[in-house]
Every structure is written in C-alpha cells, then in structure tokens.
C-alpha cells in the first residue's frame, strides 16, 4: 500500500491562500489516478480535484477556478492550491493514489476558513 503524508492545512482568513501537499512513498511517475477528496462534519467525502486515467483533470463545480491540482513526479508528490477561499471549504482534505485496484488515502490535513 501506498502511503501518504498530506501537509499545508490551516486557518485562513475568506480570501486567501493555501496550498496543500501530498507527498507519496513510491514513484508517481506510472500513477494516473490521483488527487484530492475532502470532508467537511456532517457531510459525506467528496471530490475535490483528481488527475484521470486519461490524463485530464476534473475538478467538484464548487472549486473550478480557484483550485488548481498539479504534482511533481520528480518528488512523487501533488499538490492543490486553493485561492479565493470560502468558508465553506472548511475540511479536513485528503488525498489519494489508485493504483493496482487498490485505493490509499493519506491521513488528511484541517484546512478551515474564517475570519
């Protein structure tokens, strides 16, 4: 199994920046299917952004054009950078590789938007 260290959550004023990292134990360079869930109390997991086997990205309705999702096969890592953020992302963010049938989650970062 893969494992997954998230970092780069924290308390943010509405507005502002973060950009969380995912860094992964093995090489990302063959993984296609990777990205980023999150899950705010209450509420069941969603999609927040993820790379395709097909190569694309998709991302939730509720992020387009303030989420970008990247990585970095060099450092086998992804990356989500979050502007304009609302108080409504407020989650813990988790994210995940899929790889040979099987799905690894990383142990989640607390990204909260207030002021």
């Known amino acids: 199994q893969v494992q997954l260290v998230e970092s780069g959550g924290g308390l943010v004023q509405p507005g502002g920046s973060l950009r969380l990292s995912c860094a992964a134990s093995?090489?990302?360079?063959?993984?296609?299917?990777l990205g980023w869930y999150r899950q705010a109390p209450g509420k069941q997991r969603e999609l927040v952004a993820t790379f395709t086997s097909g190569g694309s990205t998709i991302y939730a309705d509720s992020v387009k054009g303030r989420f970008t999702i990247s990585r970095d096969n060099a450092k086998n890592t992804v990356y989500l950078q979050m502007n304009s953020l609302k108080p409504e992302d407020t989650a813990v963010y988790y994210c995940?590789?899929?790889?040979?049938?099987?799905?690894?989650w990383g142990q989640g970062t607390q990204v909260t938007v207030s002021s």
């Open positions: 995940y590789v899929h790889l040979g049938g099987i799905v690894s």
């Open positions: 093995v090489n990302i360079f063959s993984i296609y299917v």
